[in-house]
C-alpha cells in the first residue's frame, strides 16, 4: 500500500441475504466480489459496466452507506471497521461524498438550495454562524456556475443540468476529498453533459479531488479516466491505465463491450464483437467465470474456477485464463 | 422548466406566507373551503352574542315549531325547535364550539400519534415496524364504533375519553399513510445524500421525511375530520360521548331521528351544517395540499 | 409516392398558462424500406411528432397539419375505427421502457395473442404458431416456455424483444422506436438494433428510430431528421450530416461529443438551455445559444431555402456545398466558447 494513497480498498467484497418465499431458504447474492483499488488525490478511477454488475454496490460501500461484508477499507489513513447499520465517525464521512446520477431524486424537493447546501455545516461545522454559512453556500453556488440569487429557490425550479450543479455544490460543502460520481451525467442531454464535465474537471484541478466515476458511457469515461476497473457480475475482469485499456483491450468481455458501444461516425461500420445472451442471475451464478456463458473463448476449463486477476502488462490486471488468445483474436479483428 | 420572476425577497417569512397564499387562493374551491370555515368559526367564538336564545332553554310551548317559512312557523325560533323545544338555531350555533373543537382535538392527537408510530415503523423497519403495524391491524379489526364503545366504557364516559377513542380509531390510517409514504421516500437519494452530510436519525425523520410525506397526510386529516365529526356523536347518540344537554351537531342529528318523518327540520339542518362543513373542509385540504407540495407548483 | 408523408406538423398543448408549441411545422417523407432517424435533445418533440402522427396523444393536444398520408391516405380524415386498422396494424411504434409497455398482469402469450386477435384473426391454434413463430423471430431462445411467462420474469432486454414481436406481429410497413434502446445496457442494445435492422431489411418495412444518441444515429440511420425545440432544423443523408453539419445547432451537438473532441483540455459545450415554455425567444429558436449569431438572427425566424435539399433552418447555412467560402462577415462571434452555464437572462 502506497503511504499517500487517499483511498486504498483491498478485496472489498458486499454480499446480500434475500429472502425468498417462506418456505425456502435465504440466499445470499454476491454483489460485489473481490475489488481491490487505489486512489491518489487528483485522480480519476473510472468504474465501467452494465447494470447488475455491482459499480453501484461499490459506490455506497467507498461511501460507507454499507459496510463491506469482507475487505479492507482505508481512507485517508483511517481503516474503516463498520457494522451493519453503524454511521461512520463524522471525520472520515466527511471525506467521501457522492454525486447520483438521477438528478431529480438527490435533491430534497421541500428544500431551498440554501437549506441543503447549508445542512452539511450545520451538521457538522457547530463553530460556523448562520451567516458564515449562508456565506459558504453563496461561495459554492457561483463557484458551480449558478448565481446567488438562485439559492433561495426550490429544486423543481431547475433543469436537469442545474440540479446536477446543485447536487455538485452540496457534496463540496465540507471539502471532501474524494468524490463518487454514481453515472453523474447519464441522464443529462449532450450539450448539458459537456458543460457538467467541464465543470467536473474545473473542480478537480481547483480543490485536487479524487474522482470515483462510475459510468456505463464509454465515451466519458475514456475521455477523463485516469485509470479504469470493467466490471462483470460483481468482479473486476480488468483494470489499469485507462489509455491502456482502451488501446488494447484484454479480457473479452472488455473487448465485447467496447466493441458494442456505438461510435458516432457513419463511415466506421465495423464488425461488432456480438454477445450472445444477457447477464446471468445473481440468484443463480454460473460456476467458474461469470463470464464463460457468454464467451466466444470459453472452455470447460473456465467452469472449474474464478479465474483469478493476473498481471498481464504494466499495471494492466486481467482475469481471464485465455487472456492470450483473447489477445490475438483481438490484433487479428483490428 | 422555470425561470420564476417573483419581485419580492426571497428567503423572508413574507415571500414564502405570500407564495403561499398566492397558490393557495388560485384554487377557487380551496378559497370558498377557507371561508365557510371562518365563518363557523366566527359564529363559534362569538356564540353567546349571536344566538337568540339559550341553547339549553326548553320552551315547553313551542315542542317541534317548524321554520320561519312554514305557515305555523315563527320568527321566534327561526329554523323551528326540536322535541323539547329548544331553538335549532341557539344550538347550531353553540355546536359549532363543540363540534369543531372536539373533532379538532381529534385530528391533532391522532395525527400527531400517527406520524410518530408511522415514522418508526417506516424508518426502522424490522421488529419496530412489525409491532406496530400488528397493533394497528387489530384496532382496525375491531368495527370502529365498537371499539370506540368499549374504550369510552374503559375510561368512563365523558367528552374526553370519547376524543381520546375516537381518536385511537383513527391512528391505524395515519400510521398506515405516513409508513407507506416514508418507506417511499426513505430510499430516494436526498435522504441518502442527507445522511452523509452527518444527519442522525431524528433529523432524516422529521426534517428531511417527514415534510416530503405530508401531502397525502392532510388530505386524510381532512376525511378524519370529518368522520371525527360523525363517530362523535355516534357515541354521544349512545349515551357514551357529550352528554345531554350539551348542544352537539353530531348528537342533534342523532336525538331527532325518530322524528324524521314528522318533523324534518330537526334532522335537516344538523345535517346540513355537518355536510357542508365537511365539504368545506375537504375542499380546504385539496388546496392546501396543492399550496404546500413546491412539486404541484406552477413555476 | 411515399410511404409516409407529412408537411407542416404542428402539435401544441393546452396547459395552465396557454398554448405550449411543442412541435412546429415539421416535414417527414420516408418511403418503403427506408430508414430514418430523429435526432434532439430532451423538448424538441421529436417523440411528440411522432406520437401525434399514431394519433396517441392526449386530447390537451391540438394537432394541425397541412399533410398527413399514409400510404395515399388521410390519417387526419380517417374515422376512428379505419385509423385504428392503420395505426398498430401498417403502423406500430415501440417505446423507451419494455418493462412498462406490457401489462403485468397477462402473460407475454396472452399480450401477443390479443394483438394478433385484433388485426389478423384465425383460430387459436393459428395464433398460437403465430405466436411462437414471432418470439423466434425477435430471438428469444426457447419461445414455447418464454410464450408463458409472465412480463416480471422477464429481463429488459427480453421485454423489449417481445415488445418488437408486438410491433410487427401484423407485418406492418412502418416501425416507429422511441429510444428502444436507451432503458438497456450497451451490449444488450446492440443486440437490440442489430434485431431491428434486420427486421427492417427482411420485412422490406420503413423503420423511424427516436434517439438522443449520436452514437446510434450513426451506426443505424441513413437518414436524419434533427431537431431542436419542437423544430426541424436540418435533414440530410447520415454521412454528410457528420462530415458537414449544415445548422450551427447540429455542429455544436456534434463537438459536444467527448469521442469527437480531441485531446482539447475543455469539451466544447453549447452554453444555455433548451427554451422551455416561458423563455422562447424571438427569431431564430436557437440564437441565444448559437455562436455565428447575428442581429438578424434575433428579430427574424428563419425559414429554409427553397433549393436548399437538408431544409436548413437558419439564415447562415454551414457548410454551403455550392459556396466554397462562407458569405462576408460570418465567423464565429467568438473563438472561445462560452461556458456560461445555463444562466438565463
Known sequence: ?334 | MAAISTPAAPGTFRYQLASFWKDFSASRGALVGMIFIACVMIVALLAPWMAPHDPAMQDRSALLVPPVWHAEGSWRYILGTDAVGRDILSRLIFGARYSLSISAMVVLISMAGGIFLGLLAGYFRGWVETVITRVMDVVLAFPSLLLALGLVAILSPGLTSAMIAIAVVQLPYFVRLTRASVIGEKNREYVIASRLAGAGHLRLMFNTLLPNCMAPLIVQATLSFSTAILDIAALGFLGMGVQPPTPEWGAMLANAREFMGSAYWAVTFPGLIILLTVLMINLMGDGLRDALDPKMKRS | MALLDIEGLSVRFQTSSGLFPAVENVDIKVDRGEVWSIVGESGSGKSVAMLATMGLLPWTAEVTAERMLFDGQDLQRLGSRQRRRIVGGEMSMIFQEPMSSLNPCFTVGAQLDEMIKQHRGGTRRERHERALDLLAQVGIPDPARRIRAYPHQLSGGMSQRVMIAMAISCDPRLLIADEPTTALDVTIQAQILELLLRLQEEKGMALILITHDMGVVAETARNVIVQYAGRQVEKQEVRSLFAAPRHPYTEALLSALPERSGDADRLPTIPGVVPGQHDRPTGCLFNPRCRYVTEHCREVAPIPAADDPAHTLCHYPLNDPQAATPPDGLSPRSQQQDDNPEVRP
Open chain 1, 1 to 334: 500500500m502506497s503511504r499517500d494513497a487517499l483511498l486504498s480498498a483491498t478485496h472489498l467484497a458486499r454480499h446480500y441475504q434475500v429472502k425468498g418465499g417462506p418456505f425456502s431458504k435465504p440466499a445470499t447474492v454476491k454483489a460485489l466480489v473481490d475489488a481491490s483499488f487505489e486512489l491518489y488525490p487528483g485522480q480519476t478511477l473510472a468504474v465501467v459496466g452494465e447494470s447488475g454488475c455491482g459499480k453501484s454496490t461499490l459506490a455506497r460501500v467507498l461511501t460507507m452507506i454499507e459496510p463491506p461484508t469482507s475487505g479492507e477499507l482505508v481512507i485517508s489513513g483511517h481503516h474503516v471497521s463498520l457494522k451493519e447499520g453503524q454511521r461512520p465517525p463524522a471525520e472520515l464521512r466527511r471525506e467521501v461524498q457522492i454525486i447520483f446520477q438521477n438528478p431529480y431524486g438527490s435533491l430534497n424537493p421541500r428544500k431551498t438550495v440554501a437549506t441543503m447546501l447549508e445542512e452539511p455545516l450545520k451538521l457538522n461545522r457547530r463553530d460556523m454562524s448562520a451567516g458564515e454559512r449562508r456565506e459558504a453556500a453563496r461561495a459554492m453556488i457561483e463557484k458551480v456556475g449558478l448565481r446567488p440569487e438562485h439559492i433561495d429557490r426550490y429544486p423543481h425550479m431547475f433543469s436537469g443540468g442545474q440540479r446536477q450543479r446543485i447536487a455538485i455544490a452540496r457534496a463540496l460543502m465540507l471539502n471532501p476529498k474524494i468524490l463518487v460520481l454514481d453515472e453523474p451525467v447519464s441522464a443529462l442531454d449532450l450539450s448539458i453533459q459537456a458543460q457538467v464535465l467541464n465543470l467536473l474537471g474545473d473542480l478537480q484541478d481547483e480543490f485536487g479531488l479524487a474522482y470515483v466515476f462510475i459510468s456505463h458511457d464509454l465515451s466519458v469515461v475514456r475521455r477523463i479516466a485516469d485509470d479504469v476497473i470493467v466490471m462483470y457480475f460483481g468482479q473486476p475482469v480488468e483494470t489499469g491505465p485507462a489509455e491502456t485499456v482502451f488501446t488494447t483491450p484484454r479480457h473479452p468481455y472488455t473487448q465485447a463491450l467496447f466493441s458494442a458501444t456505438p461510435v458516432a461516425d457513419p463511415n466506421r461500420r465495423r464488425e461488432r464483437m456480438k454477445l450472445k445472451g444477457e447477464p446471468p442471475s445473481p440468484l443463480a451464478p454460473p460456476p467458474g467465470c461469470p463470464f464463460a456463458p457468454r464467451c466466444r473463448l470459453a472452455t470447460s476449463e473456465c467452469t472449474e474456477g474464478d479465474p483469478p486477476l493476473n498481471e498481464v502488462a504494466d499495471g494492466v490486471r486481467v482475469a481471464c485464463i485465455h487472456v492470450d488468445q483473447a489477445m490475438a483474436a483481438h490484433e487479428a479483428s483490428a
